[in-house]
């Protein structure tokens, strides 16, 4: 039975990212408390809340936790297995009563994963009820929250790897979705490739510069309005901050920012279309056996770079 490879990314959006660029050595620091965070046994939870056949509301807990299989010899690339301990809740009949009775049983889902520790890319599988978004969600909070725990001052947000979109598809896809009533744009400096980490030392410019000089390492801005017709996409007010992400940096290109989630823009419509560029086509890779996984993992993370 074939697997369905998924790839996403963890980035520094603490100020540690600034530091990376002035001293490159700083990766071997991230790589290692990245390490110690996956290896912590650290438990992330959260509140699931559902509602019975007559409209109450239930709450239930879900529980996520990481545990390690193998590393390869540079302890570089770490293989293991996310868990998501849930309840599972089913109806029987009560032949006494003749009326339905809610009942649950534990159940436990584990996606299996490899996570590279020096550029923070992470590939995994999905099972039916352990989707891809889920996992993105999970995996960020359990090394946030083991980082803290850790005293460590990193903090990453996770993004799934899509197939880069360039600015003139993201405009078409915002003109198509109708009338705008929420536009969200958002921009981090990049967590580079040990190529672009090069080039940043010797030029930091654009967006990049302005957010190292602010101390920024993130920019969320979120437009709405009340009106029928919609935000004006060709304004001054709204086109030069789309146009904004073309000058993230002069040494990425659009479709890099937006497939490893240095970018993203977001909107809603006044009907409710939604748009969402960190949505578009998922990057993906089928394997055979599970034998494959971790191989085929580093060798799309060297694809990925």
């Known amino acids: 039975m074939s697997i369905t490879l998924y790839f996403a990314k963890l980035n520094l959006i603490s100020g540690d990212v600034f530091d990376l660029y002035n001293d490159p050595k700083q990766k071997d620091n991230i790589s290692f408390a990245l390490y110690e965070a996956v290896k912590s046994n650290t438990h992330w939870s959260k509140e699931n809340i559902f509602f019975d056949d007559v409209g109450e509301p239930h709450s239930t807990t879900i529980e996520y936790s990481i545990h390690i ?57 999905t099972s039916a009820r352990f989707g891809y978004k889920e996992f993105v969600e999970a995996f960020e909070n359990i090394i946030n929250l083991a980082e803290e725990n850790l005293e460590y001052d990193y903090r990453y947000r996770m993004s799934l790897c899509i197939s880069g979109i360039n600015l003139e598809q993201i405009k078409e896809e915002l003109h198509n979705i109708g009338n705008i009533k929420e536009l969200r744009i958002r921009m981090q400096p990049p967590n580079p490739s040990d190529q672009v980490l090069d080039s940043l030392q010797k030029r930091c410019d654009g967006i990049v510069r302005d957010l190292r000089d602010a101390n920024v390492t993130e920019v969320d801005l979120f437009y709405s309005t009340k009106g029928r017709t919609g935000i004006d996409l060709k304004a001054s007010l709204i086109n030069e901050r789309i146009e904004d992400i073309q000058g993230l940096y002069s040494g990425l290109s659009v479709e890099e920012s937006t497939q490893k989630g240095y970018v993203s823009v977001e909107a809603t419509s006044t009907t409710g279309r939604k748009y969402a560029s960190g949505e578009s086509k998922p990057i993906k890779r089928i394997i055979e056996d599970v034998g494959e996984f971790f191989d085929a993992c580093i060798d799309a993370f060297l694809h990925l770079e």
């Open 69 to 125: 299989l193998r590393a390869d010899e540079t302890v570089t690339n770490i293989e293991g297995l996310l868990y998501k301990k849930s309840r599972l809740y089913y109806k029987t009949l009560d032949n006494a009563t003749n009326t339905l009775v809610q009942n649950f049983t534990e159940n436990t889902e584990g996606n299996r994963f490899t996570i590279d520790l020096n550029h923070g890319f992470v590939g995994y599988n």
